[in-house]
């Protein structure tokens, strides 16, 4: 079996998951579906970044206890994660003492090798980005120099630190750039990369004298580990000793513009030093804001995704950011336009036509619910009733329909098209056509008139059994996005095939997807569906998303 490792950022547990969090962790989650899907097994990992001072300062803040206080907020995040289905197989903290001794280990060997060394550290050190600012780094607010993501006036320090030395690895990255041309995704941030690894490399801390919580080095147990260093590593920590730190493993990670030095230049050298295997690809999400503004405490415009996907849908909130953007691209968050998609796309796009389809299945009982999908019979034209004016439009629009499904689902051809350059947008946008077109197929075909009139009632089922197919086939092909209206579907087809394909558990047997995607003979049970909700159907009964 082929296998996939995933990854979201971990987190810092200073706050509760916004927005911002949910959307690397849905990508994430995406990817982890698909992959499932087309038959790999499939680790996901996600969690939290713990050994920071940022977490530190606010449990201080709060007068608690910092494991305490860590294990709460591990809690908490889990309990979102699980809210909002994302579908992980591991998580780490790390504070966990198989990624302590993990992080040791690489110390040691890069410390052996001559890669870490000790000297003396002076300059501004910003808490918020847990990151050293040059001068350039800095802009000036109300006469001072303060960072500008937080902006804070950075602290002083000078302390005796040990330092990686990522400027002897200059030609090794360059090598790794050129051997993978997709290491990082999009282009422009791979340039971005390349082009500050052109003569601007320096050592960098991976040690702290001051600060006492985080992991000691072995060599040195009165310093403990910088929190990059240390969380850097923590993608190894949850696979290697499960065998998905391999070159067997396509290994791919999912991250914030903001993050995307210390994952694309530190990390690869970090990982050669300790004569670790290097990720397969890096795909660098853009950042959201809500309504224009920087979503931030004192704005009060921090969104909760948990509320989101109560209000509206799961599937509504993950569509909404994956479709809106290309995911390098900076997007927009508003309640409105969320509302405006769930409605104009989901409501009555998808879940219209599933409802026109299984609604009319259900007024005729067609069959008792047993349908057989056969090469469509020639019906006469003049059996139609002469009101049924389109039926001849219809015709080519059902071709055109079949045409798109055969030749779409390749499952090679998905990975190369779609996912491995992280066009999800472009998936999502390619998937709503079908779903236009079958729209515009059955309001053309009009099997509701076909059926009126005995000549025609056999080409008025067959209508239904082509569409019940195209209804069972999207909804496939949605799976690693709209889950939930995945269910709903899954559920009307009492047949295993359908039953086996779950994404959100674990990997395709025997080709289980291929198998119920050609299924062209099924049971469904006869009653209409309505997959999405309007809001005020959601508001008066929370719980019918599933939770
Ligand atoms: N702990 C580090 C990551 C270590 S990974 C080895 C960290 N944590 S963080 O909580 O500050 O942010 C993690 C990630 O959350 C970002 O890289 C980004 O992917 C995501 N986002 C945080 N805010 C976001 C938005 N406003 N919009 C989109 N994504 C955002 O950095």
């Known amino acids: 079996m082929k296998k996939f490792l995933v990854t979201t950022p971990i987190y810092y547990p200073n706050g509760y998951p916004h927005i911002g969090h949910a959307y690397s962790s849905f990508i994430a989650d995406f990817y982890a579906r698909y992959k499932r899907l087309l038959g790999y097994a499939v680790k996901f990992s996600t969690w939290n970044d713990e050994n920071s001072q940022n977490v530190l300062k606010k449990a201080a803040e709060e007068s608690k206890e910092i494991m305490p206080y860590l294990d709460a907020m591990a809690q908490k995040w889990k309990e979102v994660r699980d809210h909002l289905q994302i579908s992980y197989t591991d998580f780490i903290r790390t504070t966990q003492n198989n990624h302590k001794k993990l992080v040791q280990e690489m110390l040691q060997k890069s410390f052996d090798k001559w890669d870490i060394y000790q000297w003396t550290y002076e300059g501004h050190y910003c808490v918020g980005c847990e990151a050293f600012k040059t001068e350039k780094d800095l802009i000036e607010k109300d006469g001072q120099m303060v960072c500008p993501d937080h902006l804070t006036k950075p602290d002083l320090i000078m302390e005796k630190n040990r330092f990686f030395k990522l400027s002897g690895y200059e030609t090794s990255l360059k090598e790794l750039y050129a051997r993978n041309p997709d290491f990082v995704v999009p282009e422009h941030r791979f340039n971005e990369v390349k082009s500050f690894v052109n003569g601007s490399l320096i050592d960098f801390s991976v040690s702290r004298e001051t600060n ?6 072995p060599f040195d147990p009165s310093q403990v580990t910088y929190v990059w260093y240390d969380a850097l590593f923590n993608y190894v920590t949850i696979s290697r000793n499960e065998g998905f730190w391999n070159n067997e493993t396509e290994i791919v990670h999912v991250l914030g513009k903001d993050i995307s030095r210390f994952h694309a230049i530190f990390r690869p050298a970090m990982l050669m030093s300790a004569d670790e295997k290097c990720p397969d690809r890096e ?7 809500v309504d224009g503004h920087k979503m931030s405490k004192s704005l009060g415009n921090v969104v909760d995704p948990v509320q989101m996907v109560n209000d509206y849908d799961r599937d509504a909130v993950i569509f909404n950011l994956l479709y809106d953007v290309p995911i390098w691209a900076d997007g927009d968050f508003s309640v409105e336009r969320l509302a405006n998609l769930y409605d104009s796309m989901l409501i009555w796009g998808r879940g219209n036509l599933v409802n026109r389809v299984t609604s009319l299945c259900e007024k005729y009982k067609i069959n008792d619910g047993v349908f057989i999908l056969k090469k469509r019979e020639m019906f006469k034209w003049e059996d139609l009733d002469p009101e049924v004016s389109r039926a001849g439009d219809s015709r080519a629009s059902e071709n055109g329909l079949f045409k798109l499904f055969e030749e779409d689902f390749n499952a090679d051809y998905i990975e190369e098209k779609y996912l491995n350059k992280a066009h999800i947008r472009d998936y999502l946008e390619d998937r709503y056509k079908l779903v236009q077109k079958a729209n515009e197929f059955i309001t053309k075909a009009e099997p509701r008139k076909k059926y009126k009139r005995d000549a025609t009632k056999a080409w008025a089922i067959s209508d239904l059994q082509f569409l019940l197919y195209i209804v069972k086939n999207l909804a496939l092909i949605s799976a690693p996005f709209l889950v939930n209206g995945f269910k709903k579907i899954q559920n009307i087809f009492g047949n295993e095939e359908l039953s086996f394909v779950d994404s959100s558990v674990s990997s395709a047997d025997n080709d289980n ?22 809001k005020e159907e959601n508001d008066k009964n929370p719980d019918q998303s599933g939770w």
């Open 212 to 217: 006492k919580f985080g992991i000691p080095l």
């Open 283 to 289: 795909y660098i999400t853009g950042y959201f804001t």
């Open 513 to 534: 997807f291929k198998k119920a995607f050609d299924m062209r003979e099924f049971k469904v049970e006869l009653k209409p569906i309505i997959i999405y909700q309007k």
